[in-house]
Structure formats: structure tokens, C-alpha cells
């Protein structure tokens, strides 16, 4: 299984980007984006269930979107009023019940 994501680039504090993910395979449980920068741990910035629960992290309520469609096996994260904290790399992330994919990850850089 192999996960596609694109998206990623360099904002100015206060704008917004969309990150997209396709997966080669359908049928994941949950999909989801993650997080990480240098010296510190993969953080779970959000998820979505086949059923459409949804999973925010404290640091990115009411700024991002998380959305999927299940027909094309894609995730999508809009991300608004972007901060300076939330420069990473993001990766997408799909789960079966004992699988796990994740994508190569897409750099986003919020800077002025």
C-alpha cells in the first residue's frame, strides 16, 4: 500500500493550506495526519474513522479540518490561520485493524 501526499509548501503566518492523500488501497479504519519536527516525537494532529468520527489535537482545534473520502481512499486536512508551531512534516497515515501505512511526508514551513 502506498500513500500519496501533496500539499505542503511555505505560508506566512495566518494563511492556510490544504494537504491531500490518496492511498493505492481502500478500506482503512482511520486516516489520519501526523506531525513531526526534529528532536521530538510523531504527534497525532488528526484523525477520521470510516464512520466519520473525528480526532483533533487540542493545539489545532477550530483552525483545522480534517475530511475523507472513503470512495477514493483519500484524506484531506484544511489548515487555517496557521502559526508559526505548526512548521513540520506532516504525514498522512491509514490503519486497518493490525496494519498500518504511512505516506513520505509533505514539509510545511510557516514563516514570514
Known amino acids: 500500500v502506498q500513500l500519496q501526499a501533496s500539499g505542503g509548501g511555505l505560508v506566512q503566518p495566518g494563511g492556510s493550506l490544504r494537504l491531500s492523500c490518496t492511498a493505492s488501497d481502500r478500506i482503512f479504519s482511520i486516516m489520519g495526519w501526523y506531525r513531526q519536527t526534529p528532536g521530538r516525537q510523531r504527534e497525532r494532529v488528526a484523525t477520521?474513522?470510516?464512520?466519520?468520527?473525528?480526532y483533533y489535537a487540542d493545539s489545532v482545534k477550530g483552525r483545522f479540518t480534517i475530511s475523507r473520502d472513503n470512495a477514493q481512499s483519500s484524506v484531506y486536512l484544511q489548515m487555517n490561520d496557521l502559526q508559526r508551531e505548526d512548521t513540520a512534516k506532516y504525514y498522512c497515515?491509514?490503519?486497518?485493524?493490525?496494519?498500518?501505512?504511512w505516506g513520505q511526508g509533505t514539509q510545511v514551513t510557516v514563516s514570514s
Open positions: 497515515n491509514a490503519q486497518r485493524p493490525v496494519e498500518t501505512y
Open positions: 477520521i474513522t470510516r464512520g466519520g468520527n473525528i
